[in-house]
Nanobody, 115 residues
């Protein structure tokens, strides 16, 4: 079965960096686009970044452009989200997602940006 396991979240000061990872299994990873979403308390889940199956095409939410970078390693079936210049408003639970007919989500990893 499809499994997505996020890791790498934590507490970081404003201006700091984190790298999130999402390890995938149960499907042919290299055939599918992957995306990162986030959900802050009291807000709807929002798309942060998406990467195509080969890793050559990416798109970002305006709020993270120039600060976040999505990448993937198809040999390791893992997608990453490098987050730099973090702001308090980046605080959220971050999820990775794959769309295979239906959407599959990981359990999420908490990112807290606070001094």
């Amino acid at each position: 079965q499809v499994q997505l396991v996020e890791s790498g979240g934590g507490l970081v000061q404003p201006g700091g960096s984190l790298r999130l990872s999402c390890a995938a299994s149960g499907f042919t990873f290299s055939n599918y686009a992957m995306s990162w979403y986030r959900q802050a308390p009291g807000k709807e889940r929002e798309l942060v970044a998406v990467i195509n199956s080969a890793g050559f095409s990416t798109n970002y939410a305006d709020s993270v452009k120039g600060r976040f970078t999505i990448s993937r390693d198809n040999a390791k079936s893992t997608v990453y989200l490098q987050m730099n210049s973090l702001k308090p408003e980046d605080t959220a639970v971050y999820y990775c997602k794959v769309q295979r007919g239906v959407a599959y989500w990981g359990q999420g990893t908490q990112v807290t940006v606070s001094s």
